[in-house]
């Protein structure tokens, strides 16, 4: 997530940051997706990004790591290369949002093609018909849980049931 935070702020593609440190894209959704990744990878993504090594790597305990030494050793403030909640459930939410639009422009170009099937091989019988309905339960429970229309499953809720579970208080 790292990476992808530091690669969101410059603006750029992963086939831009793909070309500029030699990794393949696969790679870079891999990394992004927080995959362990290579010390060669990690080193050409940290020259890419002019930052240390070391702000690359898992997060460290606060009380472990010397903040002097990561506040000097990198162009970028170390904050920048650490990701609040706040930054991590957005960019959650923005790759569901993602995979939602992904989802229903498949669907439309789908029924368009089978569509066009249906009326050139059985135009007496819409078959498509039940695709569209299938599918389209599917488009729509996609897009509540995505936008999150409704919220029968909160944190809240969650929080409940494991105390629940656990027969005390979390």
Do not use: C
């Amino acid at each position: 997530m790292i990476v992808k935070k530091l690669r969101l702020q410059k603006s750029w593609s992963q086939e831009q940051l793909s070309q500029f440190s030699g990794l393949s894209v696969r790679t870079i959704q891999r990394i992004e997706r927080g995959h362990q990744a290579s010390i060669e990878s990690l080193k050409a993504l940290a020259a890419v990004f002019q930052i240390d090594l070391n702000d690359l790597q898992p997060e460290h305990d606060m009380n472990t790591s010397n903040t002097i030494n990561d506040n000097v050793s990198s162009p970028l403030n170390h904050q920048t290369t650490q990701l609040s909640d706040d930054e991590r459930k957005a960019m959650e939410y923005v790759e569901g949002i993602k995979g939602f639009y992904g989802h229903l422009f498949s669907f439309v170009s789908s029924i368009i093609v089978l569509t066009l099937i249906n009326l050139f091989l059985t135009p007496g019988y819409l078959w498509v018909l039940w695709v569209i309905f299938g599918w389209g339960i599917g488009i729509v429970s996609h897009g509540i849980q995505v936008f999150e229309v409704f919220s029968f499953f909160s944190p809240e809720w969650e929080k409940k049931q494991v105390e629940k579970r656990l027969g005390r208080k979390l």
